[in-house]
Nanobody
Framework: QVQLVESGGGSVQAGGSLRLSCVVDENRPNLRTMAWYRQTPGQDREQIASVNWDGHPEVADQLKGRFTISRNNDENTVYLQMDKLTPDDSAVYYC????????WGQGTQVIVTS
């Protein structure tokens, strides 16, 4: 069963940066379009960025210019670089395929303090 392992979250002051990583633990190359999602308490999980197998990124309009998604297919890893963070970016961040075919991982929590 494919396991998703997110890491890189933490507590950061507003204006700071974090780089999240997601390892897709499967014993074959992952060619799916992968995405990052985030969820705050009481809210639905929302997709914020995606990257297809050859690295073409899509980022939600409200996050463009601050968030960058990328991937390393050799390492089955997807990244989310987050810059100029604001308290509104505080959430638990998850990765999954664009159609969320994998079982959700535990996510990685991001806390942005003002």
């Amino acid at each position: 069963q494919v396991q998703l392992v997110e890491s890189g979250g933490g507590s950061v002051q507003a204006g700071g940066s974090l780089r999240l990583s997601c390892v897709v633990d499967e014993n074959r190359p992952n060619l799916r379009t992968m995405a990052w999602y985030r969820q705050t308490p009481g809210q639905d999980r929302e997709q914020i960025a995606s990257v297809n197998w050859d690295g073409h990124p899509e980022v939600a309009d409200q996050l463009k210019g601050r968030f960058t998604i990328s991937r390393n297919n050799d390492e089955n890893t997807v990244y989310l670089q987050m810059d100029k963070l604001t308290p509104d970016d505080s959430a638990v961040y998850y990765c999954n395929s664009l159609s969320a075919v994998y079982r959700w991982g535990q996510g990685t929590q991001v806390i942005v303090t003002s």
